[in-house]
Structure formats: structure tokens, C-alpha cells
Antibody, heavy 120, light 108 residues
Framework: QVQLLQSGAEVKKPGASVKVSCKASGYPFTSYYMHWVRQAPGQGLEWMGIIYPSDGSTTYAQKLQGRVTMTRDTSTSTVYMELSSLRSEDTAVYYC?????????????WGQGTMVTVSS | EIVLTQSPGTLSLSPGERATLSCRASQSVSSSYLAWYQQKPGQAPRLLIYGASSRATGIPDRFSGSGSGTDFSLTISRLEPEDFAVYYCQQYGSSPRTFGQGTKVEIK
């Protein structure tokens, strides 16, 4: 079945970087755009950016420009999200989510989430 | 960016009752690129509605969406116990994609 499997929880110190993975299965990996969304504890959903696995092209939320990098490995059907210069406000659950329609669609499949805690 | 405002913040209802959730956009949402998601505690969001009114795969027909332009709504015709959750609207017609702040549907 179609699913996205994310890497496990991370604890990082302020100023460090974190890299979260999202492995896709059950569908043609390079045919669907992938988004990253985060959710701080008790808060709403925040869109972080999008990657097209076919060519690796990306668009990032302006707020995170310069700190976020999204990449992919087509040999393992995995996308990655790396966030640098971590601060306490980056503590959140990070989700990957598949775009159902060529980059301008709703998010039809979600990973289970990865908790990232930033604490000294 | 398009700001989405959901109302009410919390809706207290009993099983079997009808729920109507509102989502208002700060500017017109292109091509009705408006989605609704359900999120339960400790779980990822689940897509319910896309294109303002189309149900996603496997979503029961008690869920329906309507609206266009700047005003959208999600209706749950008869609440089942598993429907008590937080609901988010999202616009995906322009970048950045944005979400509303959520409406919690709780058991009265």
C-alpha cells in the first residue's frame, strides 16, 4: 500500500542541524511532489516547502529560506529535510506529505511524523 | 500570503448532531484549491476534502464541503464518535500553502 515512513525522534542542541528522512513506497516515487509540514506542540500546521523528486527542484517557505534544505535519493525513494541553526522554536513534529496533483494539489498521504526537540 | 481564519475555535456537540465549520480566506482562493483535514491526537492529519467539495478516497459521505472565493465550509451531517477531532482548512492554490488555525469538535 501507499505509505510514507519517516525516521525516528531527534533531540538536538540549539545551533545544531537535524536531517529527517521520509521513505516512500507503493507508488512511483518520481511522479509525485512531496511537501514538508511542521506542527509545534499544541499548535497548528505550518508548510515548510516542496520538492519534486524527479529533478530535485525545490521551493521553500520564505520564513525558513537559508536554513532548510530538501533533497531526495531516487535509488531509495527517500526524501530528506535538513534544518540548520536550530532554535527552541523549531521544536515540533515534522511531517512529509505527498501532493496528489502535480505540485498544486492537496496532501493525500502523510508520514507518521518525526518529533524534533531542540533543547540545551 | 493567504490567511485562513476558521470559526468557531471549538464546537461542542453530541453524537448524531450536525456540525458546520467555517473557513474564511483573506483573498480569493484560486480554482477552489481548498482542502479540509482531520487530525486526532498523536496522529498525522488525514485528507477529507479537496477542491472545496470533493471527498478523498475512503471518506464517508457524511462529510461534505462547499464554498468558493473566500468563504468555505465543512459539514458533518451526523457526528459519529470517531469524528471528534481537530479540523484544518488549507489553501493550495498559491504559495506559500497555508492552513487555518483549526476547529476542535468536542463531545458535549
Amino acid at each position: 500500500q501507499v505509505q510514507l515512513l519517516q525516521s525516528g525522534a531527534e533531540v538536538k542542541k540549539p545551533g545544531a542541524s537535524v536531517k529527517v528522512s521520509c521513505k516512500a513506497s507503493g507508488y512511483p516515487f518520481t511522479s509525485y511532489y512531496m511537501h514538508w509540514v511542521r506542527q509545534a506542540p499544541g499548535q497548528g500546521l505550518e508548510w515548510m516547502g516542496i520538492i519534486y523528486p524527479s529533478d530535485g527542484s525545490t521551493t521553500y517557505a520564505q520564513k525558513l529560506q537559508g536554513r532548510v534544505t530538501m533533497t531526495r535519493d531516487t535509488s531509495t525513494s527517500t526524501v530528506y529535510m535538513e534544518l540548520s541553526s536550530l532554535r527552541s522554536e523549531d521544536t515540533a513534529v515534522y511531517y512529509c506529505a505527498r501532493d496528489r496533483a502535480s505540485g498544486w494539489g492537496a496532501f493525500d498521504i502523510w508520514g507518521q511524523g518525526t518529533m524534533v526537540t531542540v533543547s540545551s | 500570503e493567504i490567511v485562513l481564519t476558521q470559526s468557531p475555535g471549538t464546537l461542542s456537540l453530541s453524537p448524531g448532531e450536525r456540525a458546520t465549520l467555517s473557513c474564511r480566506a483573506s483573498q480569493s482562493v484560486s480554482s477552489s484549491y481548498l482542502a479540509w483535514y482531520q487530525q486526532k491526537p498523536g496522529q498525522a492529519p488525514r485528507l477529507l476534502i479537496y477542491g472545496a467539495s470533493s471527498r478523498a478516497t475512503g471518506i464517508p459521505d457524511r462529510f461534505s464541503g462547499s464554498g468558493s472565493g473566500t468563504d468555505f465550509s465543512l459539514t458533518i451531517s451526523r457526528l459519529e464518535p470517531e469524528d471528534f477531532a481537530v479540523y484544518y482548512c488549507q489553501q493550495y492554490g498559491s504559495s506559500p500553502r497555508t492552513f487555518g488555525q483549526g476547529t476542535k469538535v468536542e463531545i458535549k
